[in-house]
């Protein structure tokens, strides 16, 4: 089976340095490896209904639509062919929340990797069990930045109306426009579209803090870990950088199991995504993935995203209360012209 692991790996990193996008080689080593290492004895059923696992659209930010399902569904169909593995070898790929409330609704799926976002606007009843997150350098969650020059005369985000902004475009930014928003609104300031004389992303780290550092941007968000290892490429954007404002601790993407869904394979695929990196083939493919492990983690530890999703929902509501145009009051006779008796 290690054997049968490793060749699999091996074409799969051929493809990589050819012309397949290297976070869907990632993904696919990924989804081979959980049932490879763990899956033996569930997979060998083969009257089993087929695992039907689905990926938002937004989980990548470096390829399109067609691309992604092309790929998903060579690595599906080479996966169930080594292994007989009951998969679904259709790739199924999200557009966005709403499609995925549909496919769950409709039991279509078992289970999703989505941003924090999409899952949170899901009703209560269709938020799915047996949340998995992605632990990178001991923590589930990021914190995004917002840097300007520190010559620049800069200090808060009025001083930003105007100005150039870039945005790090990545599954693990997935919630910085959300945040931005927030604080935006929270200091009267409008949406970012409305503040910001021009908005930009870029899926590269260096193309989006080295704009700022040789003065083509104004200001950009990034994650704290992106900044720091950029810093340590070159100590003097830390020198010439001041970060403007910092966003709590938030966990950007999750992953999930249909609630309803039963299966013997259900506690073969968790005990596998949690075992990774107890394996060599295992740690290679979280190396791979820029993940240290998968873990089957508590939805507490979305509150922070929660919150910040219930702010932007009260802001509307205060800023649309703001807007309408009030009503008379029929008891004020200033206002309505009307003199009681």
């Given amino acids: 089976m290690k054997t049968a692991l490793t060749k699999l790996i091996s074409a799969l990193m051929f493809l990589c340095r050819r012309t397949i996008p290297r976070r869907l080689v990632a993904l696919a080593l990924v989804v081979a490896s959980v049932f490879f290492l763990r899956g033996a004895g569930a997979a060998e059923s083969t009257n089993l209904e087929p695992i039907r696992f689905a990926f938002s659209f937004h989980m990548f930010t470096d390829v399109n639509e067609n691309d992604a399902k092309a790929s998903v569904k060579a690595w599906a ?15 199924i790929i999200l557009s966005g929340a709403a499609e995925l409330k549909q496919a769950l609704r409709a039991a279509t799926i078992d289970g999703a990797a989505v941003t924090t976002e999409e899952f949170l606007s899901l009703e209560p009843e269709l938020q799915g069990t047996n949340l998995f997150m992605s632990v990178v350098g001991g923590r589930f969650t990021e914190e995004y930045l917002l840097l300007v020059r520190a010559d620049s005369g800069i200090t808060d985000l009025r001083g930003l109306r105007g100005c150039k902004i870039i945005l790090f475009e990545n599954a693990r930014a997935s919630l910085a426009p959300l945040w931005l928003e927030v604080i935006l609104s929270e200091k009267n300031l409008g949406a970012p579209a409305d503040h910001f004389g021009q908005m930009h992303t870029a899926q590269k780290l ?15 968000i990034v994650t704290r870990r992106g900044f720091d290892t950029m810093c340590e490429l070159n100590p003097q954007v830390r ?10 601790e938030l966990v950007p993407a999750v992953g999930f199991i249909r609630r309803g869904y039963v299966s013997p394979l259900r506690d073969t695929l968790m005990a596998a995504l949690h075992g990774l990196e107890t394996s060599a083939n295992g740690t290679q493919v979280l ?18 995203a929660r919150d910040l999703m219930a702010t932007r929902q009260h802001l509307k509501l205060v800023a649309a209360d703001v807007a309408s145009p009030s009503r008379p009051d029929p008891d004020d006779h200033h206002e309505s012209g009307i003199v009681k008796p």
Avoid: G, W
Avoid at 206 to 220: I, M, N, R, S, Y
């Fill in 77 to 91: 169909l080479a996966l169930a062919q080594e292994r007989q593995v009951p998969m679904s070898t259709e790739p």
């Fill in 206 to 220: 260096v193309k989006v803090v080295l704009p700022v550092f040789f003065h083509q941007q104004d200001a950009c």
């Fill in 239 to 248: 020198a010439q950088l001041r970060v403007v404002a910092t966003s709590p």
């Fill in 287 to 304: 190396t791979l993935f820029q993940t240290d492990r998968m873990q089957e983690s508590s939805a507490i530890l979305l509150n922070s």
